[in-house]
Nanobody, 121 residues
């Protein structure tokens, strides 16, 4: 059973930046897709950003141009650089992993507690 430990969340003012990190264990990290999700209250969780084994990235429209997902295979860590933060970005952010199907990724599963991001206006 894989584990994920998210960190880097916090409270910032609008326009500020945060860098989230997710350390992964128990997964063959370099052949898995990784993603950051947010849990929108009363809605389904939203995939904010994804990165596959080739390093190909995708972003939700709300994140494109402001957030950057990256990973370090040696450290088994995935990052989410968040810039120009807005109050509506406030949420708990989780990282998740999915098998790389080439093409595409399987079903993402989160294994961590998440990290809280709070953006004040």
């Amino acid at each position: 059973q894989g584990q994920m430990v998210e960190s880097g969340g916090g409270s910032v003012q609008a326009g500020g930046s945060l860098r989230l990190s997710c350390e992964v264990s128990g997964y063959p990290f370099n052949i898995y897709c990784m993603a950051w999700f947010r849990q929108i209250p009363e809605k389904e969780r939203e995939a904010v950003a994804t990165i596959d084994s080739y390093g190909t990235t995708t972003y939700a429209s709300s994140a494109a141009g402001r957030f950057t997902i990256s990973k370090d295979n040696a450290k088994k860590t995935v990052y989410l650089e968040m810039n120009s933060l807005k109050p509506e970005d406030s949420d708990v952010y989780y990282c998740a992993a999915a098998p790389f199907l080439n093409p595409g990724c399987g079903i993402y599963k989160a294994r961590g507690q998440g990290t809280q991001v709070t953006v004040s206006s």
